[in-house]
């Protein structure tokens, strides 16, 4: 027995997304401050969780105590640095979407009037892109360890 195929105006399938983005909230403008602020605090919250989660799961499977200090905290040290230099921009916009709190917000921008970089831009994009490869480094560091180990245990 067959199914029947449901009629859908031509017409309302290109306007399935636009009815979507409005039920989830976008509402008028996608780009208004509130829903900005918004983004910014939801990213920084997300990336708290997944850096929390990784950074335990590195202490957590850290090796024996025989081992020296570096070896057994290193990818954990690594991987925290990074962290800490790729949430700098994030905390940088939650500020700035709050008036900048303890700094002038022409501390904080970004962009200067001509459309370049500030100082504090440059400063965001080197954190972040030296941030991630901190990072990568500490987690590939604990990923490779174990296999480095067994294959020490088997010489």
Avoid at 64 to 73: D, L, T
């Amino acid at each position: 027995m067959w199914l029947p195929v449901p009629q859908i105006p031509v017409g309302f399938i290109p306007t399935m997304p636009l009815l979507l983005v409005t039920a989830l909230g976008a509402g008028s403008s996608v780009a208004s401050q509130g829903k900005r602020e918004a983004s910014h605090h939801f990213s920084f919250g997300a990336n708290i969780v997944i850096f929390v989660s990784v950074l335990w799961r590195i202490a957590a499977e850290r090796p024996e105590s025989g081992r020296p200090c570096f070896q057994r905290w290193g990818p954990f040290i690594l991987t925290l640095l990074g962290c800490c230099l790729v949430m700098w921009d994030f905390i940088r916009h939650i500020l700035l979407d709050h008036g900048g709190v303890f700094f002038p917000e022409e501390v904080l921008a970004m962009y200067r009037d001509d459309g370049g970089l500030t100082t504090m831009g440059r400063a965001s994009q080197f954190t972040t892109i030296t941030g991630f490869v901190i990072f990568l480094t500490g987690v590939i560091w604990f990923i490779a360890a174990p296999k480095k180990r067994r294959q020490q245990q088997q010489l």
